[in-house]
């Protein structure tokens, strides 16, 4: 069992910065890709970014490539993501995710088997 907990969320004007960060615990996240998705209210999931086992490779939505980052520390089970030049369409609930399921794309979340429990990410205009 993985539990996984984000931090971070908050509220920011736009053009600002916000850094999230997802801790796993229990049996750990060594070994798996990583992804980030969001959900604004009224709106359907969706991808953010995704990093592999080893953060050699890292997939971002169009809509956020170049202002995001991921990255993933294994020796502290942590994964983050960099949000630069926030704007208020980037208001969304965020959630971390373990993908346990290997196919050719990162960002189905189907492919992806455990939840972190979300942060409130909110950008003022």
């Known amino acids: 069992q993985v539990r996984l907990l984000e931090s971070g969320g908050g509220l920011v004007e736009a053009g600002g910065s916000l850094r999230l960060s997802c801790a796993a615990s229990?049996?750990?996240?060594?070994?798996?890709?990583m992804g980030w998705f969001r959900q604004a209210l009224g709106s359907e999931r969706e991808f953010v970014a995704a990093i592999s086992w080893n953060g050699d490779n890292t997939y971002y939505a169009d809509s956020v490539k170049g202002r995001f980052t991921i990255s993933r520390d294994n020796a502290k089970n942590t994964v983050y993501l960099q949000m630069n030049s926030l704007k208020p369409e980037d208001t969304a609930f965020y959630s971390c995710a373990v993908r346990t399921t290997y196919s050719s794309h990162y960002d189905s979340a189907l492919d992806y088997g455990y939840w972190g429990q979300g942060t409130q990410v909110t950008v003022s205009s």
């Open positions: 229990g049996r750990g996240f060594i070994g798996y890709a």
